[in-house]
């Protein structure tokens, strides 16, 4: 199995719809992030969270919100999806932030 | 969040070793030099990071310049599968990516 699994891989919603991205951990990290992807750019941090009783907005939270319901599991919500929230989100985790991150397989959403 | 320069795109020959270039010149004394790669449709993948002092591991090196405004990445011997884009990022409590480097790797 994965160290970081996401949930769905793929997926199509419609604009206005509320929809669930979710990541969980094996690696019994603390830390975890949420980034996005956009075509031939490179990611851009959504939200990170150091515990299960913090968050904090990153780059571009604006639309999003996160959930922290366990150590291992850190789920993204856009809460009424637009078509520019298109895009290849990756959650990630770190131990202590110092050193190397897991990145999962991403989740390809398309908002039409 | 400190910034770096990365060249947008190099190449390189199977089997030939590979210098990848950043500069960091408002690195902050408690950054850690991350570098990351990604291939085609998957996440990054950690490959090396460091504080001050060179580092090796089994996938690459990495060279940090004494006065830490710059380092270099090196794959010593590329193969076809090291194409991806790598990215130099100066870590603190979180990566930010920039655009990174778009490694080819040409047979």
């Known amino acids: 199995d994965a160290d970081v699994t996401q949930t769905p891989r793929n997926r199509i919603t419609k604009t206005g719809k509320r929809i669930m991205l979710e990541c969980s951990q094996t690696k019994g990290h603390d830390r975890m992030y949420w980034y996005r992807q956009d075509p031939g750019l490179g990611l851009r941090l959504i939200y990170y969270?150091?515990?299960?009783?913090?968050?904090n907005k990153g780059e571009i939270s604006d639309g999003y919100s996160v959930s922290r319901q366990a150590q291992a599991k850190f789920s993204l919500s856009l809460e009424s999806a637009i078509p520019n929230q298109t895009a290849l989100y990756f959650c990630?985790?770190?131990?202590?932030?110092?050193?190397?991150?897991?990145f999962g397989s991403g989740t390809r959403l398309t908002v039409v | 969040d400190a910034k770096t320069t990365q060249p947008n795109s190099m190449e390189s020959n199977e089997e030939e070793p590979v210098h990848l270039p950043c500069n960091h010149s408002t690195i902050s004394g408690t950054d850690y030099i991350h570098w990351y790669r990604q291939l085609p449709s998957q996440g990054p993948e950690y490959v090396i990071h460091g504080l001050t002092s060179n580092v090796n591991n089994r996938m690459a090196s990495l060279a940090i310049a004494e006065d830490r405004k710059s380092s270099t990445l090196i794959l010593h011997r590329a193969t076809l599968r090291d194409a991806a884009v790598y990215y130099c990022?100066?870590?603190?409590?979180?990566?930010?990516f920039g655009t990174g480097t778009r490694l080819q790797v040409f047979p």
């Open positions: 969270s150091f515990d299960v009783k913090d968050i």
């Open positions: 990022i100066l870590n603190t409590d979180k990566l930010i």
């Open positions: 990630a985790t770190s131990d202590t932030g110092y050193y190397g991150y897991t």
